[in-house]
């Protein structure tokens, strides 16, 4: 479990810089070739960013079963029915949020630059990068959390020195 929160992450940040691209795509759209889409799905599907988004239907779907059932309690049941039904008739609409990757990432690439990231991700170091990458990133974040707590407390202790200098104990 904790190294799939860990790939989520990665793939989140993954999704957050691709995303990040999406102004500057904005300002000039053009289509994406076919070739370039299928490029971009590949690489997605080698960094396996399904995971990010595998439970979107159903999480959102019983999201707004909660949200229905603070203003309809005396549905309850019939609520938890129809979450079922709702969820079922839905299943696999999170397919078009990979389509949505996929098409970012055709705009924030060219078809040359995908096929070339194919290839690197293909290769030794590239498979290897597929794999150390989340650890690595993972790790990192929680150097920074430790690096964070520890730079908090030396800050607070810093106030605390500043303000009994001024003859006030907090």
Not at 144 to 158: H, S, T
């Amino acid at each position: 479990m904790k190294s799939l929160s860990g790939i989520l992450s990665v793939a989140c940040l993954a999704l957050g810089l691709a995303l990040t691209a999406l102004p500057a795509v904005a300002q000039q759209p053009k289509p994406a070739s076919p070739a370039a889409i299928a490029a971009a799905k590949e690489i997605l599907a080698m960094k396996h960013a399904d995971a990010m988004y595998a439970n979107a239907v159903p999480n959102l779907v019983h999201k707004t079963k909660d949200q229905l059932l603070q203003s309809n309690l005396n549905y309850q049941k019939d609520l938890n029915e129809v979450e079922v039904i709702v969820a079922q008739k839905l299943a696999g609409r999170q397919k078009e949020i990979g389509d949505g990757m996929a098409a970012v990432y055709a705009q924030a690439f060219t078809e040359q630059e995908l096929k070339d990231l194919v290839t690197f991700y293909r290769s030794a170091l590239g498979q290897k990068l597929l794999t150390a990458e989340p650890v690595a990133i993972q790790q990192s974040m929680a150097f920074m959390n430790q690096w964070a707590q520890g730079f908090a407390e030396m800050i607070n202790g810093e106030f605390r020195a500043e303000m009994r200098k001024r003859g006030k104990e907090i």
